[in-house]
């Protein structure tokens, strides 16, 4: 089968440390160019803009957004009308509505819109849904702390109004939660902190309905804890190391070897051969809910060191 060609639009980390490695093992994608303001890559034509590779690069098939969220929409929308296969690196927008706007216009175009989450690629998170699918769930707790200076230096677009702050992490937790709960959550109360001189929380403490609870803190210092427990009837299932890792009342499950991007990837190319879209915009709705009815709590100004 023909490889499909896609282009990267946005070089900056995730593109280097996850796409570029996941196409370059790929057998069903070839790398035909890259559109990034201020990054080329070596042999490979790059461009500063989306619009300038389609005017030079004619056979190209798709595209993997890995900017910022706030710039995302008009990007997709563009290459949506072009035709175009896309892939949204999550958050999949800067709004939930422009997320539903670029879902309809792919149906309307029938090519592909994939709006990844790429920890729910994670290798725990299917053996968590299916075990969990028949048990009664009594709580559920998450801790999802990292530190912003080790896992985001210098990445400003965070800190502004679509950035997300410590959403940006939080939201992969609500993308596993929203996978492997055999119902949907419902926000009840949130308290979202803010640094003095930052549009986005840096730490929030979020209730659901159902005995759920979640905690986010972007100055964590030391190894990051990406960990969710849910207790049941039947004991507690653990998920740590971001889903990649399982227990039960502690002892350790194996799960498939499964690694998170080139299964985003392996996705996005059976999206591709049947012009079909995946656009789950459950976790970005959760953290809208955050935004919209949690409190808001300013706290000592952020300085990156
Ligand atoms: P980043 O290192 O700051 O890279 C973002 C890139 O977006 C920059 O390289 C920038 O290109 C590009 N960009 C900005 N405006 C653009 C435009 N108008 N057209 C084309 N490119 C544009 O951020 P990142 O960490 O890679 O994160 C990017 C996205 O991936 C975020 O949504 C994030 O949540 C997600 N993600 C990140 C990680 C991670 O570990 N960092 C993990 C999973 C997902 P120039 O530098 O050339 O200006």
Redesign the pocket.
Known sequence: MAKIKLAI???????R??HLPSLAASDDFELVGV?????ALDGVPSFE??ASLLDAVTAIDAVSL????Q?RYE?ARLALERGLHVLL???PGATVSEVVALAELAKARKVALFASW?SRHAAAVEPARAWLAARQIRSVTVNWKEDVRV??PG?A?IWKAGGLGVF?PGINALSILTRILPYPLLLQSAELRFPSNCQTPIAATLEFRGATRMELDFLHPGPPCWDIDVDTEAGRLSLSKGGSEMRLNNEPMSVPHRREYPGLYARFADLVRRGSTDVDTAPLQLVADAFLSGQRVEVAPFVEP
């Not at 639009?9 to 593109?15: F, P, Q, R």
Request: hydrophobic share 30%; aromatic share 6%; with cysteine.
């Open positions: 639009v946005g070089l900056g980390k995730i593109a440390d996850q559109a990034s303001p201020h990054n803009d989306l890995c900017t910022t969220p710039v990007i690196e999550k958050p790429h896992w985001h990445q677009w940006d």
